[in-house]
């Protein structure tokens, strides 16, 4: 069965410094590994997804994820936040071919001026 | 661009009622998905769909029961509300069945049961 950490349940930070949200995942089996952003009043949308080939994936609004096979980690990152990047995070497994994804129990970016 | 959308942004409902939650989808996709997302527990699965009429439980399908009857329609029903259903709950989507996609979600439902 397949399952995800997010490490950190709140993470601060003032405007322009780099930010890092933790992601681990447990499974058998090879996964395919998303991070959704979900905006205040709103539904979920994707941020990025490693599916294969390069570790390192880019996704949009500057933000980017690294794939660590051998830590089982998929953290995200970004080098200079924004006061709009202020929402909730969530990482996401999914495996085989059931279509469903496993989702983390959500990070929440504050973003301060 | 993918739309889901849910019927209410807001419901308020009274404990025993029945109580009706639809969710559209307009780009003929397969799969679709309820969930509800609570405060620290991110977003447990509730029931999901692979094609009309078709249905599989999900992590906490107790107290909650789907339909559906079209291929872009699917209805999350509260048999008899209860206070601990009081959530957010969100729909969403995929084109088929393969892990590597990416799910459309919409924006949500958030119920109040008095």
């Known amino acids: 069965a397949q399952s995800v ?11 322009e410094a780099p930010v890092e949200l933790r992601c681990n995942y447990s499974s058998s089996v090879s996964v395919y590994l998303f991070w959704y952003v979900q905006y205040p009043n709103q539904g ?7 599916l294969s080939g390069s570790t390192l994936v880019k996704g949009i609004n ?8 051998s830590q089982t980690s998929f953290h995200l990152r970004k080098p200079s936040v924004h006061i709009s990047d202020t929402a909730e995070y ?3 497994v999914s495996e085989g071919n059931a279509g469903k994804s496993t989702f983390g129990d959500g990070t929440t970016l504050t973003v301060k001026p | 661009d993918v739309k889901v959308t849910q019927s209410s942004r807001y419901l308020v409902k009274r404990t025993g009622e029945k109580v009706f939650l639809e969710c559209v989808q307009d780009m003929d996709h397969e799969n679709m998905f309820w969930y509800r997302q609570d405060p620290g527990l991110g977003l447990r699965l509730i029931y999901f769909s692979y094609d009309v009429k078709m249905k599989e439980k999900g992590d906490i399908p107790e107290g909650y029961s789907v339909s559906r009857e079209k291929k872009e329609r699917f209805s999350l029903i509260l048999e008899s509300a209860s206070t601990n259903q009081t959530s957010m709950y969100l729909c969403a989507s995929t084109p088929s069945g393969i892990s590597a996609d990416t799910q459309y979600f919409g924006p949500g439902t958030r119920l109040t049961v008095l």
């Open chain 1, 62 to 69: 500057g933000f980017e994820a690294e794939f660590n096979k």
């Open chain 1, 44 to 50: 979920l949308q994707l941020l990025l997804k490693y």
């Open chain 1, 90 to 92: 969530f990482c996401a």
């Open chain 1, 5 to 15: 950490t997010q490490l950190d349940s709140q993470v601060p930070v003032f405007e």
